[in-house]
């Protein structure tokens, strides 16, 4: 099961539309149905977004789906400081640094993409002019 697929089951379980989740987390509209779609990933920010509004989503099920969907009496899942964390806490932080190495790296491809269309775009400005 996909991390989507877990977020539409929390949304679900709490009656809200997903119109409703993506105003209360500060997501775009239809951003919900772009990831079901496939069409995207949910990564560090967005994490943090649904983090802020939704405190009792137990974020270790969200990302791996291990433990429990709603955390009870909002324990902390991450200790303070850089020691006790357990293996699943880790996994998530590794899952999180793969994710942002990935957009990174779409970002830099991005960013040349661009730099070739300004360049063509140029070359047809000169050609035409």
Request: proline residues 2%; aromatic residues 6%; neutral net charge.
């Amino acid at each position: 099961m996909r991390i989507i697929d877990r977020l539409q089951q929390y949304i679900e379980s709490r009656n809200l539309s997903p119109y409703a989740f993506e105003r209360a987390c500060g997501l775009a509209n239809g951003y919900l149905g772009k990831q079901l779609k496939g069409r995207g990933r949910i990564g560090s920010e967005i994490l943090e977004k649904i983090h802020a509004a939704c405190h009792e989503l137990n974020l270790t099920w969200l990302v791996t789906g291990e433990g429990e969907m709603i955390v009870r009496n909002n324990e902390q899942l991450v200790h303070e400081g850089p020691v006790g964390y357990s293996d699943g806490k880790e996994e998530i932080i590794r899952m999180l640094r793969s994710q942002v190495t990935v957009l990174e790296v779409s970002n830099a491809d991005k960013d040349k993409i661009i730099a070739l269309l300004e360049t063509q775009l140029a070359l047809d400005r000169n050609r035409f002019n």
